[in-house]
T-cell receptor
């Protein structure tokens, strides 16, 4: 069975600081990994995804994530936080054996002025 | 990315009534649509998966007679909450994809349901 763990339900950073949101997954088969962002009262928007190939994936709004198989991690980073980045972030996993997405519990990013 | 719409964006209804929520993929053919439920400050819980022209597959613990799903075309899926009760109040989100493994799911903006 697949699962996703997001460490830290809340992360607070200052504007301009590095953003690091952690995601670890469990999967017995090669995973497909996704990061989605959700703004209040809205649906989810895809930030980036990893399927195969290059392990460093660049997404929208300056975000990127690196797939590390040895660490079963897919952490999301952004060099410099912006106030507009404040939102809920979800990591998700699927695989060749299932197109269903398994979501982590989410991390709320707060950006301080 | 692809655009998915939901209608209505919010609905208030009386206990015992039924509510229909529509999910449309506006610019691509969605072989597969998913329905999720999200409680406040929680993650998304997959309720069911629907494939165009076939019966929906429900996740364990989801009552198929209470949450009726129809996927009549490649661009439209509907979720009907039958005989709604206050505990059905939630944020319902749909997503659509081509149904291929690894493909991105594109999410609708969600529908907030409040049952009085």
């Amino acid at each position: 069975a697949q699962s996703v763990t997001q460490l830290g339900s809340h992360v607070s950073v200052s504007e301009g600081a590095l953003v690091l949101l952690r995601c670890n997954y469990s999967s017995s088969v090669p995973p497909y990994l996704f990061w989605y962002v959700q703004y209040p009262n809205q649906g989810l928007q895809l930030l980036l995804k990893y399927t195969t190939g290059a392990t460093l994936v660049k997404g929208i709004n300056g975000f990127e994530a690196e797939f590390k198989k040895s660490e079963t991690s897919f952490h999301l980073t952004k060099p410099s936080a912006h106030m507009s980045d404040a939102a809920e972030y979800f990591c998700a996993v699927s695989s060749d054996s299932s197109y269903k997405l398994i979501f982590g519990s989410g991390t709320r990013l707060l950006v301080r002025p | 990315g692809a655009v998915v719409s939901q209608h209505p964006s919010w609905v208030i209804c009386k206990s015992g009534t039924s509510v229909k929520i529509e999910c449309r993929s506006l610019d691509f053919q969605a072989t597969t649509m998913f329905w999720y439920r999200q409680f406040p400050k929680q993650s998304l819980m997959l309720m069911a998966t629907s494939n165009e022209g076939s019966k929906a597959t429900y996740e364990q613990g989801v009552e198929k007679d209470k949450f009726l799903i129809n996927h009549a075309s490649l661009t439209l899926s509907t979720l009907t909450v039958t005989s709604a009760h206050p505990e059905d109040s939630s944020f319902y989100i749909c997503s659509a994809s081509s149904g291929q493994v690894g493909e991105t799911q594109y999410f609708g903006p969600g529908t907030r349901l409040l049952v009085l």
